[in-house]
């Protein structure tokens, strides 16, 4: 199928920006090309439909994706560089020398980096006093219940990178971002134990599935 200038994706792209593309689409530019039988297009709805969307369908590992009739080593590879380069952006948005005046950001960052586990993580952003970030570390691993958090170990790592202040996130795969009682219990902890070496705790973030949670929007904080 012939299909109009203006309906193909990369000079959709250049006409109207990347954010007029659907989710088939920007697959479809990543994929390149199609098969014989099937359009790059529909190639790529096939796929985002088979894996329920493009979260499910960047998550999957080498050998299952390739398996699909059509994808070989070099989409797989151009769709893991995709995510990837996705991921960095936000980061270097993080760390480029300004203060964290972008809340969208660092929720867009914390939600790349955690909600694709299917186990529970807790993470930090450990900033300067200016509110830039030093480093982001995934510190305790769980298991779909829950993560144990120490907060000794949390003052060990705020300590090695002179931290002044931090920001905890962790994932619930659930994909429901409502705070238990034990996530409010163990904020409350570190904040505490992180006051005694005046290091702030700015905010903790729960990540779902659809949104993120914020203590310091809630008031928690």
């Keep these: ?10 000079e959709k792209l250049i006409a109207n920006g990347a954010g007029s593309l659907s989710d088939v689409e920007l697959i479809a530019i990543f994929l390149r090309t199609g098969t014989r039988s099937k359009s790059v297009l529909a190639m790529a709805d096939d796929l985002i439909q088979q894996w329920g969307g493009i979260r499910g369908l960047l998550d ?15 989409k797989y590879v151009q769709l893991q560089a995709a995510l990837e380069l996705g991921e960095r ?13 972008d809340p969208g950001t660092t929720r867009s960052f914390l939600k790349s980096k955690l909600r ?38 949390v003052l060990k790592r705020v300590l090695h990178h002179n931290a002044a202040a931090v920001i905890f996130a962790h994932n619930h795969p659930s994909g429901v971002a409502e705070p238990s009682q034990a996530d409010r219990r ?13 290091v702030r705790v700015l905010d903790h973030m729960i990540i779902g599935d659809a949104e993120v949670m914020s203590f310091a929007e809630a008031g928690f904080i």
């Excluded at 999957?60 to 080593?73: F, Q, W």
């Excluded at 900033?127 to 958090?149: C, K, M, P, W």
């Design 186 to 198: 163990i904020t409350d902890r570190l904040k505490s134990a992180l006051s005694l070496v005046d």
């Design 116 to 153: 694709g586990y299917d186990r529970e993580v807790f993470a930090c952003l450990f900033l300067d006093n200016q509110h830039r970030v030093i480093s982001y570390e995934e510190l305790f691993f769980g298991t779909i219940d829950g993560a144990s958090v120490h907060p000794r170990e």
């Design 89 to 101: 952006y936000l980061y270097a948005s993080l760390d480029r020398g300004d203060g964290l005046l």
């Design 60 to 74: 999957t590992d080498y050998k299952t994706l390739t398996s699909c009739h059509g994808v070989g080593l070099a």
């Design 1 to 10: 199928m012939s299909w109009p200038v203006s309906e193909r994706p990369r």
